[in-house]
């Protein structure tokens, strides 16, 4: 047998057995970031030894899970706990009979999109799609002229489409944490990312919109409130049905799955002929009550610290792009202090794109492109090939945790759902752009949870399309009968 064949072995014999009966340093190992090579070995050694916190082993990763589990469960029965869990109330997937025309909004970036799509027999046959950008005035003033502003989108787009006199449902991606009462009606719970909206507490954002859209005599009903997740997993199933977890690894990162029905608590609806129910879980907020402290690192807390909601959604600041080129920057700064890395980087000047970056030269084992944005970001001309290696295994490092806690949050879905194959949607900036971490998270998932088949498949424009195609799936059900959920 050749050591390739029998090295393969080796693995997959740990796959299925973890770490036990085998050798747990090597199921261990596995885990670790590559190291990293310089000529000047004490040097290298010395950023490795810096950078530890950031290198999670098995064993902690098996932790979070444990903790993660303890946390879904808390939140499923509407115990205190860092996890919303919150019930979507989007209770079936595509069939292929969706049909109709459909607007849908996307909110959660900078970018706010208004579409139009039109299904039929589960096909998309028509698609218009128009960009809006939202201004930090919008993003950070009264939640109101957010709306108001949304609404002038919506007319916009019309008019341009000459659609203006039509009548529309509409399906609305809100992606922020919700407490949701229907299918279609939900208030905010707070902000995350870059909004920060005042005069949103209690409010039905679903409701406000609707008031926004009629002010101006537009014929459009909000159908369904949904969150990126929801449409990513809609969007998901309607390629595959095998999907029952979407996920988003982008600016933020969140997860939600196909949750048996009897396990959920909170129904403000009949809910007797359900069967699963789809469930947001919002980790991004997953250790906010303290139960992750044991992973937070002292470059964590600068994140956090330069955040614009600081101590909230605690564990998106470890995985989410609007915040890996900070943590790049600030892990920099650190060994810039300790006289390990000859410059400070400026802040904000290395952004998530420079993580991809960074790893993408690794990968084909160059350096040039990362060491002219090192020396834009530092603003100096002082910095070396070595410099360019250890900027590209930080990069590395916090890749490899970002990779290694969206698996542990995916693999604990896997086990807690204990189906024979489960296809994972995932959509997101991160999981498309960065070369790495698809690769990285099939290791993970696979090492965490190696008794359960999955597959991760992009899922591309929940928010869009998995809008509308869930917009489609009220209909379907009202058709029915169904009772309205
Ligand atoms: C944030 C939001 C969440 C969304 C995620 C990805 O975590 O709170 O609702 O799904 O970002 O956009």
């Given at each position: 047998m050749s050591a390739a064949v029998e090295n393969q072995r080796t693995v997959e014999i740990e796959l299925v057995n973890g770490h036990?009966?085998?050798?747990?340093?090597?199921?261990?190992?596995l885990f670790l970031p590559t190291p990293l090579k310089l000529e000047n070995r004490l040097r290298a050694q010395k950023i490795e030894a810096r950078l530890s916190k950031l290198m999670l082993c098995g064993s902690t990763l098996r932790r979070v899970g444990e903790v993660f589990e303890k946390e879904i469960e808390a939140?499923?029965?509407q115990q205190p706990s860092s996890l919303q869990m919150e019930n979507t109330y989007v209770p079936e997937l595509p069939d292929g009979?969706?049909?109709?025309?459909?607007?849908?909004?996307?909110?959660?970036?900078?970018?706010?999109?208004?579409?139009f799509l039109e299904l039929k027999a589960g096909q998309l046959l028509r698609e218009k799609v128009k960009h809006y950008h939202i201004n930090?005035?919008?993003?950070?003033?009264?939640?109101?002229?957010?709306?108001?502003?949304?609404?002038?989108?919506?007319?916009?787009f019309l008019v341009s489409q000459s659609m203006e006199k039509e009548t529309f449902s509409l399906g609305f991606t809100f992606s922020f944490p919700m407490r949701q009462h229907s299918i279609s009606s939900g208030e905010l719970i707070t902000w995350t990312k870059s909004f920060n909206c005042g005069g949103?507490?209690?409010?039905?954002?679903?409701a406000l919109l609707q008031r926004c859209l009629s002010a101006r005599s537009l014929d459009v009903t909000v159908r369904v409130l949904l969150n990126d997740t929801t449409g990513t997993l809609v969007a998901g199933a309607h390629i595959d049905r095998?999907?029952?977890?979407?996920?988003?690894?982008?600016?933020?990162?969140?997860?939600?799955?196909?949750?048996?029905?009897?396990?959920?608590?909170?129904?403000?609806?009949?809910?007797s002929a359900v069967h699963d129910?789809?469930?947001?879980?919002?980790?991004?907020?997953?250790?906010?009550?303290?139960?992750?402290?044991?992973?937070?690192?002292?470059?964590d807390d600068e994140v956090d610290a330069k955040s614009l909601l600081v101590a909230s959604f605690t564990f998106e600041k470890y995985i989410g792009g609007k915040y890996l080129g900070d943590l790049l920057t600030f892990t920099l700064s650190a060994l810039a202090r300790d006289g390990l890395f000859p410059a400070d980087p400026n802040f904000r000047k290395l952004q998530t794109s420079h993580v991809s970056l960074f790893e993408e030269e690794s990968c084909a084992g160059e350096v040039s492109r990362t060491l002219s944005a090192l020396r834009e970001a530092c603003n100096s001309d002082l910095l070396s090939t070595a410099d360019a290696l250890v900027a590209q295994y930080v990069a590395h490092v916090i890749s490899n945790r970002a990779a290694q806690l969206v698996s542990v949050c995916i693999s604990t879905l896997l086990k807690r759902m204990d189906r024979p194959y489960v296809a994972v949607a995932v959509d997101g900036s991160v999981f498309k752009h960065h070369p790495r971490i698809a690769k990285l998270m099939n290791k993970y998932i696979a090492l965490l949870a190696p008794a359960h088949q999955f597959s991760l498949m992009i899922a591309e424009d929940g928010s869009g399309k998995g809008s509308a195609l869930t917009?489609?799936?009220?209909a379907r059900m009202a058709t029915r009968g169904v009772a309205r959920l």
């Open positions: 036990g009966g085998v050798d747990p340093r090597k199921w261990e190992d939140g499923l029965r009979t969706e049909e109709g025309s459909f607007l849908a909004l996307d909110l959660g970036g900078t970018n706010f999109r208004v579409l930090d005035a919008l993003r950070l003033g009264p939640g109101e002229d957010l709306f108001n502003f949304l609404a002038d989108c919506v007319q916009d949103m507490d209690g409010v039905d954002v679903a095998n999907v029952g977890i979407g996920v988003i690894l982008g600016t933020g990162s969140n997860g939600c799955y196909m949750e048996r029905a009897s396990r959920v608590l909170h129904w403000e609806r009949p809910h129910v789809c469930i947001d879980i919002e980790w991004g907020a997953f250790g906010d009550n303290g139960c992750l402290d044991f992973l937070r690192t002292e470059f917009a489609a799936i009220a």
